[in-house]
């Protein structure tokens, strides 16, 4: 998710979950290339991590591709679902499900470059092309070219009229197409994504299809990973204070090397959602954590508000 699943970001998740596959923000290809590319390649005990792109050029695709193996990605993720009016002006996002074969050719040029999976994320159609047959066409040629792993938000995208918020929820989730695009498709895996806000629809779902993917919900509360982690795999819950201390520890790591503390602590708004003094802290971390001086006491103050509902005095 852009703006969200950054390095910091990804730390802290893989803290409360050892098992899932964290995704990178979408970077576009041109970004990658020419602009600060040790930067948008940099990740750090996040394993294992995809690297989402954009863009739909194959030759730059293909380039990108050997940059983000050689950084250590265990997956490449083309995005032909984001709707947002600046991947449209650039010929990427969810307008490429209007051109399945050249989707088709940036799969083809960037799976040749490289010997990790290259997989493909998409919506279920866009606008008034939104019939089973006109998915099932798109995913058609991609899956010849050799492509095996596609993630699909089951909702189509709305590209004139509907902000990407917007697109996120009101065109309705359509999960019967992934369960017939497997069908359709059996020696693929198709992975749903959209509406899921709950261990127990993963759960659900999982018993449909062969795998699924959270993005929004995770971010607004963490915590859902841990009871995902405990449902599906029977991982031990990890006490809160300990993914506190760890990432405390990280925090201070990060402004030792002049990080400023807003990069690591935005991440940190949803991490107590449901429990006692959450509104009070995730307040407290807004005021203060994009002030250019803030430093390690606006989490530690943060935390206060937690600990003071929970002994009150």
């Known amino acids: 998710m852009m703006g969200c699943t950054d390095m910091h970001c990804r730390y802290l998740l893989r803290l409360l979950s050892p098992n899932s596959l964290l995704y990178s923000e979408m970077i576009t290809a041109d970004a990658l290339l020419h602009g600060d590319t040790a930067y948008f390649l940099r990740h750090l005990q996040d394993e294992p991590v995809a690297f989402q792109l954009g863009g739909s ?29 600046r991947v449209q002006v650039g010929k990427i996002g969810a307008c490429l499900m209007a051109e399945p074969l050249l989707v088709a050719d940036c799969y083809s040029a960037m799976q040749s470059a490289v010997n990790i999976p290259v997989t493909i994320k998409s919506r279920i159609g866009i606008d008034d092309q939104d019939s089973f047959a006109f998915f099932e066409d798109f995913i058609r040629p991609i899956h010849g070219a050799g492509c095996r792993t596609f ?22 989730l359509k999960y019967e197409y992934v369960y017939d695009i497997q069908e359709a498709f059996p020696d693929a895996t198709f992975v749903l994504n959209g509406g899921l806000v ?9 018993e449909l299809v062969k795998g699924v993917m959270l993005g929004r919900a995770v971010y607004s ?4 990973l841990v009871e995902i982690e405990a449902d599906l795999f029977g991982t031990p819950l990890p006490a809160r204070r300990e993914i506190v201390t760890l990432y405390r520890r990280y925090i201070l790591d990060g402004l030792a090397e002049g990080t400023y503390f807003k990069h690591m602590g935005k991440h940190l708004l949803g991490l107590f959602t449901g429990i006692p003094g959450a509104r009070a802290y995730r307040r407290h971390l807004s005021e203060h954590m994009f002030k250019d001086d803030a430093g390690i006491e606006c989490f530690d103050d943060a935390i206060e508000l937690i600990r003071a509902q929970a002994q009150p005095e």
Do not use: F, M
């Not at 995208?157 to 917007?166: E, N, V």
């Not at 709950?198 to 999982?206: A, F, G, H, M």
């Not at 509360?221 to 859902?224: D, G």
């Open 151 to 172: 993630i699909v938000h089951a909702r189509k995208a709305i590209l004139k009229g509907l902000s990407p918020k917007d697109n996120r929820t009101i065109p309705p």
């Open 57 to 85: 050029n194959p030759e730059k695709l293909a380039r990108c591709a050997k940059l983000i193996e050689s950084a250590g990605y265990q997956e490449i993720n083309l995005n032909a679902g984001c709707p947002s009016d």
């Open 221 to 224: 509360n963490p915590w859902l």
């Open 198 to 206: 709950s261990s127990q629809q993963v759960v659900k779902e999982l």
